[in-house]
C-alpha cells in the first residue's frame, strides 16, 4: 500500500460503481474500475456495488473474476460490499435465483431483497459505529444469521445490516448515494489501514 491513501478498485460489471468511484475519490482516495484480472493486482481494497447480485457474478465468471477474486478475499483483500455487494460477500445465502453463487469470505446468512417483500426501497435513520446515518435501502438484504467472528455495526428491522469480518465489510444500504462519507471513510481509515 503507497503510505496511507489505498488504492480503491470498484468492480465495474454491473451496478452502480460510477457512484462508488465518485464517494472514494471525494474521500480523497484513488479509484479505479476493475474489469480485468491483471487490474487486480494493481489495488489496494476493492468495493463490490450494489445492482443485481446474480448478474454481478455471473458476469464475474465470463470475466475470469469470479475466482481470482475469491482468490484475493482469501489473501485478505479489504473488501468493502453494498447492498448487491453483501449478498456477493456472504458465506450463504437465502431466495437467491437457482444455483446463485457468491465469492463469500463473511461467515454469515444474508436473505436478499428481503426488507422488498415489504417495501421495495426506503430511507431510514441508523446507527453506525456509535453515528447515526442515514440508510438508503433499495431491494436490500438483511442478515439473517452470522457467526460468533462477524462484528454486527448496524440493525435494521431487528437485522444486521452492516457487518465486519476482519478485513471484509459489508452494508445492507447505499452510502454511495446519500454523498455522505463517512461509511467509505470507515472502511479506508479502519479497515484498509
Ligand atoms: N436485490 C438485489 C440483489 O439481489 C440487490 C439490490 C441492490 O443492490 N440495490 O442483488
Redesign the pocket.
Known sequence: MAGNSPRIGVLALQ?DFREHIASSLKAGHSAAPIRRKSELEDIDALILP?????TIALLAKSYDLFQPIREKISQGLPVYG???GM?LLADRILDGAPGQETFGGINMTVR??AF?RQVESFEGEIDFNREKINGVF????WVEEVSSDVEVLSMAAGHPVAVRQGKLFATSF?PELTGDLRIHQYFFEEICR
Open positions: 451496478g450494489g445492482g443485481e447480485s446474480t453494498s447492498c448487491a449478498i436478499r431483497n422488498g433499495i431491494r436490500a438484504p447505499h
